[in-house]
């Protein structure tokens, strides 16, 4: 598909979610996500896998598992349909379908130390309803994402975000100095870091397995001091979400920066692990995590 073709795509399939009808949406989205789970057999074998190990694979019958991967592929399905949805809707009809069940003191208690807060996300749920609702309470959100090629379909998907509430950082060289910035500035800066997206992040234990997940949080955090949560961002009930912020994680200068960074990234995916065991069937990483490092 040659590039303008592809950026007439997304604009045209973005304005077509934004104007169906509720409902409507996410139905035809689950269903066409079931079914390219069952043509994609290596996308199908890498959620199976995925949680399989979130669930904890001893006893895990073979059916329960099976339900719980279609389950999964309807919940990678609402997410592209919420996401696409979203800069259609007020931001008081987000405000009223959002709520932070555990954990909002987290944020405030940040914000008047006035450090910055690093939000560390797995891929649960849709972390875009979360970002704007915290635009609605004045907290706001920078987060960073993977280019995009052509470059007008980056600035379309920014454009989007940033309608929401949401400032949206290319992950480049320039990256790391935007974030220090924010976080200087006394801002929220929200990462996911599930998959380690680069190749070059740290190993940890994660789910029983050695895998690599992204040093970017850690690192900010021992270098700036500020505030390091953990995060999810769940669909429903119905068509609500619902988000949990874990108390701060341990973040303190202790010994060699290398050896601080494995320590503190390494209570992250424990922060993370316990998160997904929340909804498994909403963990939509189609890619191998447990390939070994």
Sequence with gaps: MGDRSKVTLFKTLGAVMERLPER???ALAKRLARSFGRRSTGARANLRTNIAHALGDDGLDERTLDRFVERG??????YWAEGAKLPGITPSKVFSRFRIGEGLEHLYDAKALGRGTIIALPHIGSWEWGGSFLNSLGLGMTAVAEDLEPPELFEWFKAKRESIGIRIEPL??????VLLQTLKDGGVI??????DIQGNGIEVEFFGERVRLPAGPATLALRTGATLVG???????DRDHFAVITPPIAAERVGRLRDDV???TQSIAVELEGLIRRAPEQWHVLQARFDGV
């Design 24 to 26: 409507f949406d996410v």
């Design 73 to 78: 592929f309807e919940s990678y399905g609402q």
């Design 172 to 177: 480049d060289k320039h990256a790391g100095t």
């Design 190 to 195: 929200g990462l996911l870091c599930d998959r």
């Design 231 to 237: 995060a999810a961002c769940y669909s429903g009930p």
């Design 262 to 264: 494995t320590r503190v």
